[in-house]
């Protein structure tokens, strides 16, 4: 084998080396994720208000009374498990809402940012769609709402802001934030302010902050908050429910 020969073999496994590095530090990114505690997976069992049906798609929650044509979509946090924001469709369902969490792959929105194609072609009885989502998922979700601004007559960004410009949008918006997020902070939001839909009610919850729009434990690079998860997120559904009688 002459010089040039072994010099390209040694590129070539300098180079699938690289790859297969990649590859594992890929797979070992996306299965460490923030796991939804014993007070979500309670809140997926269905009762005399509402049904739970949970497949490998989404997780729908939809009233036995009283139903809005009125429904909501939500996309989860980035490396969070969908089931991690049941408490909060709970709430909502009860208030006649059917809402319907989409479960993407990976845990990333980013895999799976047209998943409410599918659930609103399945769900002909709800005639208006807003579409939320924490974090991560709130970026998609807005993606999703610029793109198709004839199905999504709102969207609600939980500690969120938009990455393409929705100011133009004919859509209404929601944007809630803890004042102690340490992930989407103050200044994220600023910078951003321009992309928001212009008619966008910016909420801010005092001493809220990031991972208590979910029940998933703590998450890294959050501020502790100075209020209970269960009230953060109280008053994230009434915000919601003041937002969707608006729609």
């Not at 890294?220 to 209020?227: C, E, F, M, V, Y």
């Amino acid at each position: 084998m002459n010089f040039l020969q072994s010099r390209k073999r040694l590129i070539l496994i300098i180079v699938l080396a690289i790859f297969l590095i990649a590859i594992v530090g890929f797979v070992y990114y996306v299965s460490d994720y923030y796991h939804a505690d014993n007070i979500a997976i309670n809140a997926l069992k269905s009762t005399n208000a509402y049904t739970v049906v949970n497949t490998d798609n989404s997780i729908t929650f939809t009233p036995t009374a009283n139903k809005s044509t009125t429904g909501v979509i939500f996309y989860q946090g980035g490396k969070v498990q969908p089931e991690a924001y049941a408490v909060l469709a709970s709430k909502l369902v009860q208030n006649g809402y059917t809402t319907i969490i989409a479960k993407m792959p990976l845990n990333l929105a980013f895999f799976g940012s047209n998943k409410a194609d599918e659930i609103i072609a399945s769900h002909e009885e709800i005639k208006t769609w807003v579409i939320g989502g924490h974090s991560l998922g709130g970026v998609f979700a807005s993606e999703y709402a610029v793109n198709h601004q004839d199905k999504i007559k709102g969207v609600i960004y939980l500690a969120a802001y938009p990455s393409t410009n929705a100011s133009n949008a004919t859509f209404k918006a929601l944007s809630i934030r803890g004042s102690l997020d340490g992930l989407a902070k103050a200044g994220d939001i600023s910078k951003n302010l321009d992309k928001f839909p212009v008619n966008t009610t910016f909420i801010t919850i005092p001493g809220g902050n990031h991972y208590n729009f979910g029940d998933y434990g703590v998450q890294t690079g959050d501020n502790n908050s100075t209020i209970t998860r269960e009230q953060q997120q109280n008053e994230t559904v009434n915000a919601i429910l003041e937002f969707l009688k608006n729609i």
